[in-house]
């Protein structure tokens, strides 16, 4: 099954569609019951997992050496790193987004560049927004090596509520800037790891929308006005 070309036609993750065919279930049983109350709860719930699962269509043309957000949310810590934690190589610029339940889950590439290394770690489900969480957590760390040779590093961490990392990427892959590679269900958090020469267009506390907002740049390039 190819993910990427049906979550390129559908209005929702292929992975939300259980949860919302059952939530319509659901909610039919106690509206033919003449359970109203109980029904509207229902629907209600299950148009919040729609609204969770939302896919939205989104293009950007980056400008030269631009790398992307790969999350939407609110950018929760930006570090400079001696080790990269591991993750990276030497000295790393972390920069950490945290994703609400209202936030779409989807995430993206941040830089067109080929897949060199994918690694998959099950974990514990600490608060998403806590520290210990990229170290304890369920996570998926992917390691993309960009046309010009740099890497680039980002970590999907499950959070409290969520139970699963979905990745539809495989080592080898070519990606373009900005495509769908994944989600983590019910609240999470989501790592990037950059080159600490890096020129950085976000702080603390700012919001980012996947494949949408420039997060930095490679080098020392500031961005145009």
């Not at 000295?91 to 936030?103: C, E, G, N, P, T």
């Not at 830089?111 to 996570?139: C, I, Q």
């Not at 699963?164 to 609240?187: A, H, N, P, S």
Request: hydrophobic share 40%; proline share 4%; glycine share 8%.
């Amino acid at each position: 099954m190819d993910h990427k070309n049906i979550h390129n036609k559908l209005p929702v993750a292929w992975e939300g569609l259980p949860f919302i065919i059952i939530g319509i279930g659901l909610t039919s049983i106690p509206l033919v019951l003449d359970w109203e109350l109980l029904s509207i709860f229902l629907a209600i719930l299950t148009l919040l997992t729609i609204y969770f699962f939302r896919d939205p269509e989104r293009s950007y043309v980056a400008p030269e050496k631009a790398i992307l957000t790969p999350a939407d949310g609110k950018v929760l810590s930006i570090d400079r790193l001696d080790n990269g934690d591991n993750h990276f190589e030497g000295k790393a610029i972390r920069i950490s987004i945290f994703m609400s339940l209202f936030d779409a889950h989807i995430n993206r590439i941040p830089m067109r560049g080929r897949v060199a290394h994918l690694s998959y770690h099950p974990g514990t489900f600490f608060l998403a927004h806590r520290d210990k969480a990229s170290l304890y957590n369920e996570r998926n760390i992917v390691t993309l090596e960009t046309d010009n040779r740099k890497k680039i590093v980002f970590v999907q961490i499950a959070g409290l509520i969520a139970r699963r990392v979905v990745c539809w990427v495989k080592k080898g892959d070519y990606v373009e800037t900005g495509q769908r590679f994944g989600l983590i269900r019910f609240g999470s958090r989501l790592e990037l790891y950059l080159p600490p020469d890096s020129t950085l267009t976000v702080r603390k506390g700012g919001k980012v929308r996947a494949g949408q907002t420039v997060i930095g740049y490679l080098g020392e390039i500031k961005e145009e006005k």
